[in-house]
């Protein structure tokens, strides 16, 4: 990314905008954007992570509308740098749950559609930048993964690897895939992310192209969700060569049920307040820790944590998480709690490591995105009247953990 001293550092991602059509994704930017933009940058540009669902994907490629919509982007002051490949569908139908995993990755049609991801970034571009589009951890488990699964989701990858890697000799824009491991998925934490890159995508005829264009989308959120130690996930990553291409700035909802052990009534009023993210949409996936901090279990979605894990006058003696994106301002709301302090400690550990190299190139991009796509689901002690202005106040939040690091 290419910016001027009068640019935003960083953007935020636009998945949080309904719309499946190029149409709705530039109403939404002038809707949203503009205003954030305004108020951040207002002699310059707002970074933006750009969510182009197939349709609108396709509508760009097809109708050879990408040199127009870069120069709109251009005239109302907006940078692409990344780009969210991870629903390739429609993400705010009524209920979303498990079909934003869909493609997998041991399908045609995912490789294809993250191919013309990569063609757009590398024509929006400025010239000689880098760009990341994060996608899926592979799919989610409806059955066991076996060997020759994970070894054609690696030729798919290859595939999608090795096309970034012709378009970055054509046109000077080195693009790369950043794979965003998520509870309950085939990957869901940096260990079984690092055995995926060892044991698959970095031996075979495309490991250059591999090590060079794929990489990690590491999610603060769903590494805190996994009771993952944020730095020790990052040094996997860092010790085993595998790039970090974006991160995304995220919160979880944490819900200490050890602090209200011995006192009924709050943790009465916690459930309660627990219950309020009951929502049917999109899918949250719950953990409980052990007594020393670590993953003890998970339940694919809250509903069911709350119906197996809590009974009448019987409640959880150790913490929960729950895969919830909450505003990355709020530390603490009523008896709930959020993973926040987890997002300086990335964003520290990624400074003290800034010149960090794999081959000629940045182990890290530099790439954060702001990813609060659950705006429009979040329980009224959290809901935001002017979405804008919440995403603003995000946005001014993480600038000012980026300065104190």
């Known amino acids: 990314m290419t910016t001027a001293p009068t640019d935003f550092p960083f953007g935020y991602c636009t998945n949080v ?65 990344t780009l969210n490949g991870f629903p390739q569908h429609d993400f705010h139908q009524p209920v979303v749950k498990h079909a934003v995993y869909e493609p997998t990755w041991m399908c045609q049609s995912r490789a294809d559609y993250t191919m013309m991801l990569v063609e757009i970034l590398a024509l929006l571009l400025p010239e000689r930048a880098t760009g990341s589009i994060s996608t899926l951890p592979l799919g989610w488990p409806h059955a066991p993964w ?11 990858l290859w595939e999608v690897a090795e096309y970034a890697q012709r378009i970055e000799q054509e046109s000077g824009r080195h693009i790369v895939i950043a794979i965003e491991p998520e509870p309950g998925c085939v990957l869901n934490t940096a260990d079984e992310v690092v055995e995926f890159f060892e044991h698959f995508l970095f031996r075979g005829p ?39 291409g974006k991160v995304q700035v995220s919160s979880a909802v944490h819900v200490p049920w050890d602090r209200y052990r011995d006192d009924l009534a709050s943790s009465q009023q916690c459930l309660e307040q627990l219950q309020t993210f009951n929502e049917p949409k999109f899918l949250h996936q719950t953990t409980e820790s052990t007594p020393s901090g670590n993953l003890a279990r998970i339940c694919e979605d809250l509903p069911q944590a709350l119906d197996r894990w809590v009974s009448a006058g019987q409640y959880p003696s150790h913490p929960w998480r729950i895969h919830f994106h909450v505003p990355v301002f709020v530390d603490r709301f009523e008896l709930l709690e959020t993973t926040q302090a987890d997002i300086a400690q ?18 890290f991009t530099g790439h954060y995105e702001v990813e609060t796509y659950a705006w429009t689901v979040l329980p009224p002690s959290l809901a935001q009247t002017d979405l804008a202005d919440g995403i603003t106040q995000e946005l001014q939040y993480f600038a000012n953990v980026l300065r104190d690091c």
């Open 206 to 244: 495309a490991e250059q192209a591999a090590r060079h264009h794929l990489s990690v989308c590491h999610d603060i959120c769903h590494s805190g969700v996994m009771f993952e130690s944020q730095m020790a996930a990052l040094e996997r990553y860092h010790a085993a060569g595998i790039r970090i």
């Open 146 to 156: 076996h060997a020759e699964d994970y070894h054609t989701a690696a030729e798919f």
């Open 17 to 81: 905008h309904a719309g499946t059509t190029l149409d709705a994704a530039q109403a939404n930017l002038v809707r949203y954007a503009t205003p954030i933009r305004q108020q951040l940058a207002p002699s310059g540009r707002l970074p933006v992570g750009l969510w182009l669902a197939e349709p609108a994907a396709r509508e760009l490629l097809e109708a050879d509308r990408i040199d127009r919509f870069g120069s709109w982007l251009d005239s109302h002051g907006f940078l692409p740098y």
């Open 346 to 363: 990335v964003a520290s550990w990624l400074h003290s490591h800034s010149s960090s190299t794999v081959g000629d190139r940045p182990w």
